[in-house]
């Protein structure tokens, strides 16, 4: 089972900075069969980013996505106030079919 | 509009039963594989089980084996979780969402639910 590991587990910026979220799996993982979700409190997630690299409909390009093999970055050029969010990770695969990872919560600092 | 609407949360005991449904609307339904994915209070996401387009396959989460069943009615555009066995740790928000695989490449969850919300408690 792959396990996916995302760091920091809390970051704490202002608006305007950039963001630089990390996820890294226990083994290659496909950048074809990564992803990457955001959750507001009180509401369901949003997809990102599926391809390690490609934006989901409508997601500002202030948002991007990179990395191959087992290192994954997600990265907020430009934070705005409604960026403050939990960011997942998330693999898909054969067995489990599906792995998140624990989340990493990006705070207003 | 693209929708996913889910029901059939509530309190259940310990050992308890109740089937949860997701309602779809807005795209054919039938064309979509479907997942089940749970979040517990104050904690993240984790996958509980998928279903694909036809019903003919079915994945769960180790979790849930032997416990939960998930189905779906492509005539009526519901997907089901039926859940037996209840335990305290099966309390979370579920939700359904959809998402988009063909060989080589996997287009993300890009549809999701609002969550509907199972309480396992005495």
């Known amino acids: 089972e792959i396990v996916l590991t995302q760091s920091p587990g809390t970051l704490s910026l202002s608006p305007g900075e950039r963001a630089t979220l990390s996820c890294r799996a226990s083994q290659s993982v496909s950048s074809s069969y990564l992803a990457w979700y955001q959750q507001k409190p009180g509401q369901a997630p949003r997809l990102l980013i599926y391809g390690a690299s490609s934006r989901a409909t409508g997601i500002p390009d202030r948002f991007s996505g990179s990395g191959s093999g087992t290192d994954f970055t997600l990265t907020i050029s430009r934070l705005e106030p409604e960026d403050f969010a939990v960011y997942y990770c998330q693999q898909y695969g054969s067995s489990p079919p599906n792995t998140f990872g624990q989340g990493t919560k990006l705070e207003i600092k | 509009e693209v929708q996913l609407v889910e029901s059939g949360g509530g309190l259940v005991q310990p050992g308890g039963s109740l089937r949860l449904s997701c309602a779809a609307s807005?795209?054919?339904?039938?064309?979509?594989?479907m997942h089940w994915v749970r979040q517990a209070p104050g904690k993240g996401l984790v996958w509980v089980s998928r279903?694909?387009?036809?019903?003919?396959?079915?994945s769960y989460a180790d979790s849930v084996k032997g416990r939960f069943t998930i189905s779906r009615d492509n005539a009526k555009n519901t997907l089901y979780l039926q859940m037996n066995s209840l335990r305290a740790e099966d309390t979370a928000v579920y939700y359904c969402?959809?998402?988009?695989?063909?060989?080589?490449?996997?287009?993300?969850?890009?549809?999701w639910g609002q969550g509907t919300t199972v309480t396992v408690s005495s």
């Open positions: 279903i694909n387009s036809d019903g003919s396959s079915t």
């Open positions: 969402a959809r998402d988009r695989v063909v060989p080589g490449y996997y287009y993300g969850m890009d549809v």
């Open positions: 807005g795209f054919t339904f039938s064309s979509y594989w």
